[in-house]
């Protein structure tokens, strides 16, 4: 304040101490602070008035310390914070106490923000101006639709240090509920009086670290999973599913290459009685070694009929013989007045890798069967083997199976927590 020209009136300073232990403190929000929580006593002071109230008074020693200390400053988001003030919270919940830790950040210009810590996480939260609209078990802000993840009516303040922009004590109770979108959440604490929200997002420790620097007390390593926490197999599931298009794609291609040059031409064909069959049959597909194929066809009606092949050749070189059985068995009926039916009047079997040349087929009906009618039995050259087109399409799938399976395996450990498990 000036007083004469060249002048300056001094004002004589206001030493701040705590009622309770005496030891000087100092402000960091000013007039913004309404309690403030001893760092040296933990006692809890009013400093809303012209002189400080004592609220709580502790007794005997104090030694609870936030992951940061008081005064630890640090930039998120290109904005320098200070931490000004930390309360442990907690909720009982089906017989089991879930704690967490809150750092209150103040920046003159940007107000307040909150640095939660739970089980090894960290969530980076931001007071709403508003409100999000609510429905059954949603929420949505700005365009984002949250889910209802747990409302506890008893969420307490269990321990508290530094300045706050509002009244709070040890024992104070609010109903906080929580919605998530991961890696985002919205958040509401209500007391009975004023009820405010917040949105969050998830922040990896690496994050933190590099804002704020070394712990003052190390967190726990990672416990659970939290309720915004990103699920780590969703962009692996994007990945395998664009992987999966490419693949699914060559796969399209190579399987008509393949099918097209296949002849899959009929070599010889018969019908077959309970006698059998001992026919000379010349192979000569281009490819000079291919699949042979047999296929078998009978009317069957509640009854079976089994087939032994056996392919003898080439006769002019040293001879190998091929053995391949066809069964085919269809039976039906009614049962319970529903009708039922399994198995198929045809059947087919394969010869893989059959070089060209004379061959002798042999073929005898089992005299155990109990059809003895008539079997066209065709047997076809350079067969595609439509099993390995199958199989390897299956293939494609094994591993964005895999992993939408581990992706749903998370979302389970998730919502077990949460007021919806089960």
């Known amino acids: 304040m000036a007083g004469d020209e060249g002048e300056v009136a001094r004002v004589p300073g206001v030493e701040l101490r705590c009622p309770n232990c005496g030891a000087p403190t100092a402000l960091r929000a000013f007039q913004t602070t309404r309690t403030l ?21 502790v007794e005997g020693a104090y030694n609870t310390f936030p992951r940061y200390k008081l005064g630890t400053r640090g930039k998120v988001e290109g904005i320098t914070w200070e931490v000004i003030g930390w309360c442990e919270r907690s909720v009982h919940a089906y017989g089991k106490r ?38 059954p078990n949603r929420a949505a802000y700005e365009g984002q639709t949250y889910k209802h993840f747990s409302t506890a009516a008893q969420a307490k303040v269990d321990q508290v240090l530094g300045e706050f922009p509002w009244q709070v004590k040890r024992g104070d109770t609010v109903r906080a509920t929580d919605y998530v979108d991961p890696p985002s959440m919205l958040s509401s604490e209500e007391d009975g009086e004023e009820k405010t929200w917040s949105r969050g997002r998830y922040m990896p420790r690496e994050e933190v670290v590099a804002a704020f620097g070394k712990f003052t007390r190390e967190p726990q390593r990672l416990q659970g999973i939290y309720p915004c926490q990103p699920n780590p197999f969703t962009p692996l599931l ?19 290459l393949y099918l097209g040059r296949c002849e899959n031409r009929v070599a010889w064909n018969a019908v077959i009685g309970p006698e059998g069959v001992t026919q000379e049959i010349v192979l000569d597909a281009r490819k000079g070694v291919s699949n042979v194929e047999l296929d078998a066809r009978a009317g069957v009606d509640n009854s079976w009929t089994f087939l032994e092949c056996m392919l003898v050749g080439p006769l ?104 919806h498990a089960g």
Request: with cysteine; charged share 20%; aromatic share 14%.
């Open 316 to 419: 002019d070189v040293a001879e190998q013989a091929r053995f391949a059985g066809l069964e085919i068995s269809y039976y039906h009926g009614v049962s319970g007045g529903e009708s039922w039916s399994e198995g198929s009047r045809s059947s087919s079997t394969m010869l893989p890798m059959v070089p060209n040349g004379r061959y002798l087929l042999q073929v005898s009906m089992d005299p155990g069967s109990l059809y003895k009618g008539p079997v066209d039995l065709e047997l076809r050259q350079d067969a595609p083997a439509y099993r390995y087109v199958c199989c390897s399409f299956f293939l494609l799938f094994f591993v964005p199976l895999i992993v939408v399976i581990r992706r749903q395996t998370f979302e389970g450990k998730r919502w077990s927590e949460s007021d």
């Open 98 to 135: 879930y704690a967490w830790e809150e750092h209150l950040l103040y920046n003159p210009y940007e107000g307040f923000r909150y640095l939660n810590h739970q089980d090894g996480h960290f969530v980076w939260i931001t007071p709403l101006p508003g409100a999000p609209s609510l429905g």
């Open 37 to 57: 929580a001893c760092e040296h006593c933990g006692s809890v002071i009013d400093t809303s008035g012209e002189r400080w109230q004592l609220v709580q008074q």
């Open 238 to 256: 994007r990945w395998s599913a664009t992987v999966l298009a490419a693949t699914a794609g060559l796969w399209l291609l190579l399987t008509m």
